[in-house]
């Protein structure tokens, strides 16, 4: 059912539908009529007052001719009875003409009564639209405010929405971060930590390797894992690939310097008819504060090892040479196994040894030097780092996607 509102024109009693007055065609159609009506009833008011004054005028001209013809009349004394009557007709006549003036008068009363009214419903009816159109714009403006707060609120869920993901990622992070960085202190204090049977099999194999680097004429023998005997069995050969003898090592690196390593040691080096017996500990004897003999074994730490190696090899390699030169002669194989064995030779290696120690000392200085510089550096640039991913992290929460990502900063995209 439709809910439009008519109205009857009180002029014309045409039904008009004020939502097409609402409209700008219905209006003018309106207005239209509305002009026709209006010319009509001035075009017919004003004939009527043009016939009203010709009336008007016949009348005075009338009532100017009867008083001249009444005058006359009246100076005519032999005035017959027909004339008085026509005279009385006349005056009749004359107030009858008075009444239709009188009535066409009130009639224009009338007219402009009923003007006045159609000017008042087209006022009333001017005043209509205009509350239309107020409504209207009203309406519209309201609706606009709506749209725009609508808008806002779904802008303002948006972002919190948004806040609540970035913290929830950020959360993630956070608890990511933790683990790892619990992770790798449980890494590194394992890895500093270790069991000593890891330490002493790394001790070994780096011995090894360091034999085998240095000295590539000799033949380095590994003992197996859970076989009693030696870690390690040097066989020396001179230039011309003649086996001048064996030194064989113990790899210890305990935190206590055990006494029975020596006698045990002796006992292996008898066994591979070894000449030289090396013990490489991390922990000196209480009474030895440096590399030295001690009970007919020498005993070295790790950097003193490789020249320790040098000096006992070039001795069994004289020695051979010695032997093979002046065979049967006993007194000088029993004068060098002396000089070997004695101050002159150890003092010897110490000086030697002492060289290597030094350089390998400064060396080692060098190294801890540069590698003190580097960890600065590194902890510098992760804090540069940090730092940076924390203000990226702060201006992102609030401005949110306004800023643009940086790719070695956000997490890798996963393929759908």
Same mark, same amino acid.
């Given at each position: 059912m439709s809910n439009n509102v008519q109205i009857n024109c009180p002029q014309c009693n045409l039904l008009i539908n004020v939502d097409d007055v609402l409209g700008h065609q219905a209006e003018e159609k309106f207005k239209k009529v509305y002009d026709e009506k209006m010319a009509q009833s001035y075009s017919e008011l004003h004939q009527k007052q043009i016939a009203l004054q010709e009336q008007e005028e016949k009348l005075v001209k009338a009532r100017e001719? &009867? /008083?001249? =013809?009444? +005058?006359?009349?009246?100076?005519? &004394?032999?005035?017959?009875e027909r004339e008085k009557l026509m005279i009385e007709a006349e005056i009749k006549a004359a107030t009858a003409s008075e009444l239709i003036i009188k009535q066409l008068k009130e009639? /224009?009363? +009338?007219?402009?009564?009923? /003007?006045?009214?159609?000017?008042? +419903? &087209?006022?009333?009816?001017?005043? =209509?639209?205009n509350e239309i159109k107020e409504q209207k714009e009203n309406f519209d403006i309201s609706l606009q405010k709506e749209l725009i707060e609508n808008q806002r609120r779904v802008e303002e869920e948006t972002k919190r929405k948004e806040a609540e993901k970035f913290d929830l990622r950020k959360k993630e992070w956070e608890q990511q971060f933790e683990q790892q960085r619990k992770l790798i202190e449980e890494m590194k204090r394992k890895s500093e930590q270790g069991s000593m049977q890891l330490q002493g099999e790394v001790q070994e194999i780096a011995l090894e390797d360091l034999l085998r680097l240095n000295f590539p004429y000799d033949s380095i023998s590994e003992v197996g894992k859970g076989v009693k005997g030696a870690d390690a069995i040097q066989t020396v050969y001179d230039s011309f690939q003649?086996?001048?003898?064996?030194?064989?090592?113990?790899?210890k690196r305990t935190k206590?310097?055990?006494?029975?390593?020596?006698?045990?040691?002796?006992?292996?080096?008898?066994?591979?008819?070894?000449?030289?017996?090396?013990?490489v500990t991390q922990t000196m004897p209480k009474d030895m504060d440096r590399f030295g003999m001690k009970d007919g074994v020498w005993i070295c730490s790790f950097q003193e090892v490789k020249s320790l190696v040098y000096v006992l090899r070039d001795g069994l390699i004289k020695v051979q040479h010695a032997h093979h030169t002046q065979e049967n002669k006993g007194e000088k194989m029993?004068? *060098?196994?002396?000089? *070997?064995?004695?101050?002159?030779?150890?003092?010897?290696?110490?000086?030697?040894?002492?060289?290597?120690? %030094?350089?390998?000392? %400064?060396?080692? @200085?060098?190294?801890?030097?540069?590698?003190?510089?580097?960890?600065? @550096?590194?902890?510098?640039?992760d804090k540069v780092i940090q730092n940076t991913i924390g203000m990226y992290g702060s201006v992102k929460?609030?401005?949110? /996607?306004?800023?643009?990502?940086i790719q070695s900063l956000e997490l890798p995209e996963e393929n759908s």
């Open positions: 001719r &009867e /008083n001249e =013809l009444f +005058k006359e009349k009246l100076s005519k &004394e032999l005035a017959t009639d /224009n009363e +009338k007219r402009k009564v009923e /003007n006045l009214a159609l000017r008042e +419903k &087209e006022i009333e009816m001017m005043k =209509l639209q003649q086996e001048c003898g064996k030194i064989i090592f113990e790899s206590e310097f055990a006494n029975d390593w020596i006698d045990k040691l002796k006992a292996d080096m008898r066994n591979t008819g070894a000449m030289i017996a090396v013990i029993q004068m *060098l196994y002396t000089y *070997l064995t004695g101050t002159e030779f150890r003092q010897q290696i110490e000086a030697i040894v002492e060289g290597f120690t %030094s350089m390998q000392d %400064s060396l080692t @200085r060098e190294k801890r030097a540069m590698a003190s510089i580097w960890k600065e @550096r590194e902890k510098q640039i929460g609030i401005a949110g /996607n306004a800023v643009g990502n």
